[in-house]
């Protein structure tokens, strides 16, 4: 099969979906491999590195889309993309379509197969979803820890105190990948920790990591009672594939101090925070009722070499049965995967998004 990997053109976006090594096992078995030239740079991965594996460049994305069968990317395409996509490309990469309405109208009348990162289900968990899950629930910690300094209009704490000052407080909605990890770095901090989940096995995991970190069932009351008192809110609410709740009400930011914190990790999902609307690394932040709003939609495109290497080798089986042929279609985990198909909208959580 025609694989074709091209350059992200999300503001800021440094990934590349898949590494030299990754292309090289395909090249080997027997694919033709072709990527956009430069598409690598960002993740430190030079053309010459993909050209040495057998990899043929293309100058241009118009040239890269008309090489490719199989489109192999990171981030869900945007209008330049979109141009150049036809009925006969099959799409695999993150795509939220929950939040897109647009976007799904877009490729519905395009007629292409879409096959979506977060979508694929295997042994009950989300393969795909969980590497940048990981990196971005660190993330949000780390920018959540630096938008509390004074310079960036913070209210001016170390969130991990010091001896005679009180610690800093960290609300995490959501105790799976995103979340864990954000709690994890917070707690390592020295922040007081709160973590809400509904899975007693997850609250259980939680209050394992120290006791700095409390675990609670999350009760409306309950998570309005903690926001009101925390520096930094960390929404990680992920129900697959469908468009996340909005777990933390306008009302519940207005009872926040001013310069603290909300960091709203499940916005590619459209977002958990009722405040919430997307921003990108170029204009990443805003403020509502004098609280410091961050809603970036590829938190892990921060982090384009980690984050790479990290999606390559999550997504490279899939994309090994993607190329061999037609059967991919009766492996489950990807037959699960599919969000649009042809000009249909076949994902059952995703009816009625347009």
Known sequence: MRIGIPSETKTLEGRVALVPAAAADLVRRGHEVFIQAGAGEKSGFSDEAYAKV???????????????????????????????????????????????????????????????????????????????????????????????????????????GMASTPRGKVVVLGAGAAGGNAAALAAAAGANVVVFDKRQDRLAEMMAMGPNVTALYAYESSVAEEVANADIVVGAVLIPSAKAPRVVTEAMVKTMEKGSVLVDISIDQGGCFETSRATTWKEPTYDVHGVTHF????????????????????????????????????????????????????????????
């Open 295 to 354: 809603c970036v939609t590829n938190m892990p495109g921060a982090v384009p070499q980690t984050s790479s290497v990290a999606i390559s080798a999550a997504i490279l089986p899939y994309v090994q049965r993607l190329a061999a042929g037609k059967e991919w279609r009766d492996f489950a985990p990807l037959q699960k995967g599919i969000n649009v198909d042809g000009g249909t909208l076949v994902h059952p959580a995703l009816q009625g998004v347009v």
């Open 54 to 160: 057998g990899v043929k460049l293309v100058p241009d994305a118009a040239a890269l889309y008309e090489a490719g069968e199989l489109i192999v990317k990171v981030k869900e395409p945007v209008a330049g993309d979109l141009a150049l996509l036809k009925k006969h490309h099959l799409l695999f990469c993150y795509l939220h379509l929950a939040a897109e309405p647009a976007l799904t109208k877009s490729l519905l009348d395009i007629g292409l197969t879409g096959v979506a990162f977060e979508s694929v289900e295997e042994d009950g968990g989300l393969p795909l979803l969980l590497p940048m899950s990981v990196i971005a629930g660190r993330i949000a910690t780390q920018v959540g820890t630096t938008l509390l300094h004074r310079p960036q209009g913070g209210k001016g704490k170390l969130l991990g």
